[in-house]
């Protein structure tokens, strides 16, 4: 089996030894995204199998990081999974219509992070990401 690569935009150290500390342990191998730059030269380098994305991030601004990956043909079909402050009902609606695969609450992330990752990876998010948020749904 390939190692598969997860590139994480999450500036925070604490946060980021966390979800590499969890991801590592089930073989993934972690990139880690500290400035828009690093997205786009680390996405173009690796071709991640998932990017992870701290929508509160104060130093990485998630949106922009959206568009970057969004607009470059040969990452934009890669599952973004982002998490966000649960009463944050627009971050949640906006990541949604930037094209986020999955966008949960942080403390749904903490709890679920390896289900989630492998949810994303074996391309099982689209059957249950609408379950997730009512809110957002029409």
Known sequence: MSQKTILVAVTDIFFY???RDALMAKGYKI???RTQQDIAEKASATIPSAFILNMNDETLNAFQALDTLKADAGLKAIPILAFAN???VDTFNRARALGV???VSRNEFSARLKDLVEEMISGQH?????Q?????DR
């Open 17 to 19: 030894s966390k979800v």
């Open 31 to 33: 990139e880690r995204a």
């Open 86 to 88: 649960h009463e944050e």
């Open 101 to 103: 695969t999955k966008i």
């Open 126 to 130: 689209s059957a249950i990401s609408s």
């Open 132 to 136: 997730l948020n009512p809110i957002a």
